[in-house]
């Protein structure tokens, strides 16, 4: 995908996944998170969850993999907002979609992306996610090949 490819209000093709427990430990696991309510069925029922619930890195990180998998490899991540609203268990059916809200091109060339996502379950909004993400511009200068000093994600609040 290039920038030319992108357009502000276009829908992001959606995104199906049914949840299982080994998307819920596993996530915890990957990111060290013990808590309980990730891997302990009787533990989370006793803090009045419905069941072992998706952790906050493992939500974002469907996120992410939406993105990038709309994007191809030349996007890169530069910032993210999430917002859960409802837990995501085993057993449930989610569905990723989202839109493009802005496109702001910076001083590197690069093309600023701000895609506003959803995650849906049971027809009910599980979680939103905000995400800025750098894709190259005219000139092909990939996000990717930025040093350090050269990496400026645009910040929140967006004007």
Do not use: N
């Not at 949840?19 to 006793?46: K, N, Y």
């Not at 890195?57 to 409802?86: D, H, N, V, Y």
């Not at 001083?107 to 992306?113: E, F, L, N, P, T």
């Amino acid at each position: 995908m290039t920038s030319a490819d992108i357009t502000v209000g276009a829908a992001l093709p959606p995104l199906q996944i049914s949840i299982s427990a080994a998307h819920v430990v596993g996530g915890a696991i990957t990111s060290r998170d013990w808590q309980p309510q990730h891997h302990d069925h009787a533990r989370a029922i006793a803090m009045k969850l419905p069941d072992i619930i998706l952790s906050t890195p493992s939500q974002l990180g469907l996120f992410c993999r939406f993105a990038t998998g709309w994007s191809g490899p030349a996007g890169r991540i530069g910032r993210s907002e999430l917002k859960m609203r409802r837990p995501v268990c085993p057993g449930d059916q989610i569905e990723i979609g989202g839109l493009v809200e802005r496109v702001r091109l910076d001083a590197s060339g690069w093309h600023w992306v701000l895609i506003a996502l959803q995650m849906m379950r049971a027809e009910e909004m599980a979680s939103t996610c905000r995400l800025w993400m750098a894709m190259p511009g005219d000139g092909g200068h990939a996000p990717w090949q930025a040093a350090a000093d050269a990496w400026y994600p645009p910040e929140w609040p967006i004007d």
